[in-house]
C-alpha cells in the first residue's frame, strides 16, 4: 500500500518539473478571418507579436483540429506559411511577422 504514495509523488514531481521547463512566450490561436481571394492567389498578411515577459525563444506550427461538421476542405494547414518560423523575443521587443496564404491554382469557390 505505501508504494502507491510514492508513485504518486514522483508522477507529481515529473508533472511539475515539465511544466516548468517548458514556459514560453504562447500565442494559443490566432485565428485570420475575412480574407478573400482567388485560385492561384497568394495573401500576404502582416502580424506583431509582443514581449510581455522575459527573453523567450519560440517557433510558429500551424495545425487543424478536426471539428464535427467540417468538410474534407476545411484543413488548409499546407496553404499557409509563417515567417519568420523561429524567433526570439525579448521583454517589451515587438517583433513583425508575416502569414502568408498560397492558394492552390485547383482551389474551387468557396469557404475554407
Same mark, same amino acid.
Given at each position: 500500500?505505501?508504494?502507491?504514495? *510514492? /508513485?504518486?509523488? !514522483?508522477?507529481?514531481? !515529473? ?5 516548468? @521547463?517548458?514556459? /514560453?512566450?504562447?500565442? $494559443?490561436?490566432?485565428?485570420?478571418? $475575412? %480574407? ?7 495573401? %500576404? *498578411?502582416?502580424?506583431?507579436?509582443? +514581449?510581455? @515577459?522575459?527573453?523567450?525563444? +519560440? ?5 487543424? &483540429?478536426?471539428?464535427? +461538421?467540417? @468538410?474534407?476542405?476545411? %484543413?488548409?494547414? %499546407?496553404?499557409?506559411?509563417? $515567417?519568420?518560423? $523561429?524567433?526570439?523575443? &525579448? /521583454?517589451?521587443?515587438? &517583433?513583425?511577422?508575416?502569414?502568408? !496564404? @498560397?492558394?492552390?491554382?485547383?482551389? &474551387?469557390? +468557396?469557404?475554407?
Amino acid at each position: 500500500m505505501r508504494q502507491i504514495p *510514492i /508513485a504518486l509523488t !514522483i508522477l507529481v514531481l !515529473i508533472f511539475v518539473v515539465t511544466i516548468a @521547463s517548458v514556459a /514560453a512566450t504562447t500565442v $494559443n490561436r490566432l485565428s485570420i478571418c $475575412n %480574407n478573400e481571394g482567388y485560385a492561384g492567389d497568394v495573401l %500576404n *498578411i502582416p502580424i506583431t507579436l509582443e +514581449g510581455t @515577459s522575459g527573453e523567450r525563444i +519560440g517557433h510558429w506550427r500551424t495545425l487543424y &483540429k478536426t471539428v464535427e +461538421g467540417d @468538410s474534407a476542405t476545411a %484543413n488548409i494547414t %499546407n496553404w499557409i506559411e509563417l $515567417n519568420p518560423e $523561429n524567433y526570439t523575443l &525579448k /521583454a517589451g521587443e515587438e &517583433k513583425e511577422f508575416s502569414i502568408r !496564404i @498560397s492558394l492552390p491554382k485547383d482551389a &474551387k469557390p +468557396g469557404l475554407y
